[in-house]
């Protein structure tokens, strides 16, 4: 008996599905969204060499993080237009209010997941890269806005009712690490991060490739024997 044509359409059945599971995870979403902040500069967050301020979000999947912007401003617009700072990625440790892991900023980015640098932009508004490969498990994580003092002198982060939870905004001021506000903080600042989410096959599609693969398998071993 000629197996053949029903071995290659299985094998064609595994490698379609096996397609649109790759499909189905191929576009970046929306990860975490607060929105334009609606604060002014008055009371703004200011960020230099040890003002530091990091904001948090929550994966309830693994997740590839493939952009994040961070909503900025400046003091001094036209002289900061251009100048870089630093965008970095921590995990939370521990409960609401607990610190982050202890920075070695200036050395290597000791305990930092991820980093990259943005430029400030005239006007200001939403400013961050696209295009990231961040791969992260399910969890909770802090964005860090830092400089180290050399590049944009006067960056701030306005402020507004953000509706974050107790415990989302941690705060560097120089010393051992990031420290998170154990009440529900006022400083939050604009953050948006998409990502694409691990794929999760839908019932159907899964027993589909099952079935396809575990037919490939009987046939592969009626073969040999």
Same mark, same amino acid.
């Given at each position: #008996? ?14 379609? $599905?096996? &397609? &649109?599971? %790759? ?7 929306s ?7 609606? %604060?002014?500069?008055i ?10 301020? /990091?904001?948090?979000?929550?994966l ?6 493939? %952009? =994040? ?8 617009? @036209?002289?900061?237009?251009? *100048?870089?700072? $630093? ?7 521990? !409960?609401?209010?607990? *610190?982050? !892991? ?5 050395? @290597? ?5 991820? *980093?990259? $640098? &943005? ?5 200001? +508004? ?21 400089t180290?003092?050399?590049? =944009?002198? %006067? ?5 507004? @009712? ?6 989302? =905004? ?11 506000d154990? &009440?529900?903080?006022? @400083?939050?600042? +604009?953050? *948006? =991060? ?6 999760? !096959?839908? !019932? /159907?599609?899964?027993? #589909? #490739?099952?079935l ?14």
């Amino acid at each position: #008996m000629n197996f053949k044509p029903c071995k290659q359409g299985l094998v064609a059945v595994a490698l379609t $599905t096996l &397609a &649109a599971l %790759g499909a189905h995870s191929a576009d970046a979403q929306s990860v975490f969204n607060t929105g334009a902040p609606t %604060g002014s500069l008055i009371g703004a967050n200011s960020i230099d060499a040890t003002d530091w301020i /990091a904001e948090s979000f929550t994966l309830s999947a693994p997740t590839t993080i493939t %952009g =994040v912007k961070a909503f900025v401003n400046s003091t001094f617009d @036209d002289s900061d237009a251009g *100048q870089p700072f $630093t965008v970095a990625l921590y995990a939370a440790r521990g !409960p609401a209010g607990a *610190q982050l !892991p202890d920075l070695n900023f200036f050395a @290597d980015g000791q305990n930092q997941l991820g *980093q990259f $640098t &943005a430029s400030y932009s005239a006007g200001g +508004g939403w400013v961050g890269q696209d295009g990231l490969n961040w791969t992260l498990g399910a969890g909770t994580y802090f964005i860090a806005i830092e400089t180290d003092g050399n590049g =944009v002198q %006067g960056l701030v982060l306005p402020t507004g @009712d953000l509706g974050h939870l107790p415990g989302s =905004v941690a705060f560097y001021t120089g010393g051992n690490g990031y420290a998170s506000d154990p &009440a529900v903080s006022t @400083d939050a600042f +604009g953050l *948006q =991060v998409s990502g694409v989410a691990a794929a999760v !096959p839908e !019932p /159907a599609t899964l027993a #589909m #490739m099952l079935l396809g693969l575990g037919a490939i398998g009987f046939l592969a071993r009626r073969r040999k024997t």
